[in-house]
């Protein structure tokens, strides 16, 4: 089924202990598609500027991402640069240039309105609430936010709460939107302003879904070379709810192998620079290493 | 089978976000003795001062830990104070006294030497060693330490590596011994050092095991309420030794499960000060936490 989503499309210049990149594709949209197209045809909507090497964006469109609800603006692309140390947990963001994101109203093309799935990346909460009054009636709606709107949109990242079903978003910031330290309680927290299912995900040591009484937890997956970290919660996102759209089944058991799909796409996208890697790999190495987390966590009961 | 412990036995006083503790037993080989007793028959090697109120361990006793190598020095008790923040992952020592544990200088008793399994708990490095010339070929021996033995002890931690077929540290501890930042890499260096099997501990994060090729590991399970995170480290490796001892068992399979059984007794150590929680417990609620553990982690097979 039709997975849309709206975020940034960015350009990105990151330096790792390991190397450097320059003004390569990035952006939240960017990297969900990257790695959700893999599993469903995805629907971008998102701008540019008219700098943006829109061609280098071909490689998405072949792999089934529907550019038609990118929107080119005059003026410059949204730019990030960020550096990360040996901790690679922790981004230090160096510049940001919103440019013509700045001013971004999504506008969802007709015939995007009936995804069945949506991913709200992390823009302003009121543009969130916005796609939403554009879409009819989908299936399942997932946002993502940041410690920015947390700050200074509260009351409409509140309402947005209400109208989705599921957040994905890091433990700081869970801990920041509940004022609970406890992500147990966090969740709880969350989940009664409105979202049934919440993701929090805490970069190398993993992440926690939770929905109603259950908890399900996946690691995530141990790589001796972290390349650059930069895009795998929006590659986890992606995963997560390509998984989710291919099948359309929201059983719990389809859930906790979205989840898995999520970590795995989440691993994929740290071994390059980039959307490189998620663009690299086919539907056989993802089962692989979705077959390596299972190793990694699985225990027998006892004869 | 019996399993040796030999370690601190102190007293604690410690300061949560939930409330305060004076001089309640605490100290490696006490925390380890708790957890390993509900799953096989324990030998405690220590000391403790004039002044240490031996009758509280005679729960201990009453759980088949057997308290005849717990020598009774003039002087004072080893003591530590230290207080937790909100993120309980981090103890801030107030202080420390090492009273009569500063000239400790185990001695096995006879009746203890063919123990076959053995926990050098966190103490002088050559101390450890001096323990492994007094012991008769145990089937497994896994040792414990801390940064300051790292810093101050190097060459005989490393003498020690060679001797033991199991380490279990932090990870902070895994990066400093091998000025390695990666987890996978610090366990390779390790175990290029020696040890067959290395447990690198991540606290609220979960711990890994490492053998040859494979890599397992087990999340910490999430509790609503963490009340005292002291000893948990402890309480894993009594859980996880204990879990051997009572099968003598190494495969593959036991060692996962004995990870579990680890962070399922590590789990526990936090509901309560001290030792109390581990006391409480009984192999049925021992035996539900594990199931729970399961229950964190799995996913099914797609159909």
């Known amino acids: 089924m039709p997975l849309l989503v709206v975020g940034s499309v960015a350009l990105d210049s990151v330096e790792t202990p390991f190397g450097k990149a320059d003004e390569v594709l990035g952006g939240s949209a960017t990297f969900f598609s990257a790695s959700a197209c893999h599993l469903t045809p995805v629907q971008l909507v998102g701008v540019v500027g008219s700098d943006y ?27 990030w640069r960020g550096r990360y140390r040996h901790d690679l947990n922790a981004a ?11 001013n971004f109203s999504p506008k969802i093309p007709a015939q995007f309105r009936k995804a069945p799935f949506v991913f709200l990346g992390n823009i302003d909460p009121r543009l969130q609430l916005d796609v939403l009054t554009q879409v009819e009636r989908p299936k399942l709606v997932a946002c993502d936010t940041m410690n920015f709107w947390i700050e200074s949109r509260r009351p ?13 978003l ?21 989940m009664g302003h409105g979202p049934k299912l919440v993701i929090i995900k805490k970069g190398e040591h993993g992440a926690f879904m939770f929905t109603g009484d259950t908890v399900f937890f996946a690691p995530a ?14 590659a986890f996102a992606g995963g997560f709810m390509g998984y989710l759209a291919r099948s359309g089944d929201l059983s719990q058991a389809n859930l906790r192998r979205a989840v898995i799909y999520g970590s795995a796409m989440g691993s994929f996208a740290v071994e ?9 790999i086919d539907l056989k190495q993802l089962a692989a290493r979705v077959a390596d987390f299972r190793k990694l966590v699985a225990f027998e009961e006892e004869v």
């Open 156 to 168: 409409d990242l509140v309402k947005l709460l209400e109208r989705v079903d599921c957040i994905t």
């Open 272 to 280: 390059k620079f980039s959307i490189e890697r998620l663009l690299e």
């Open 221 to 234: 997956y141990p790589l001796e070379e972290v390349f650059d970290p930069t895009g795998a919660g929006d």
């Open 92 to 102: 230090e963001t160096l510049e940001t240039h919103l440019g013509v994101f700045s």
């Open 53 to 79: 090497p829109v061609d280098k964006l071909k490689a998405l469109e072949a792999k089934g991402v529907d550019l038609s609800g990118l929107e080119r603006a005059e003026g410059r692309s949204f730019r």
């Open 170 to 190: 890091n433990e700081g910031e869970a801990r920041q939107l509940t004022d609970r330290y406890n992500l147990i309680r966090a969740a709880k927290w969350i």
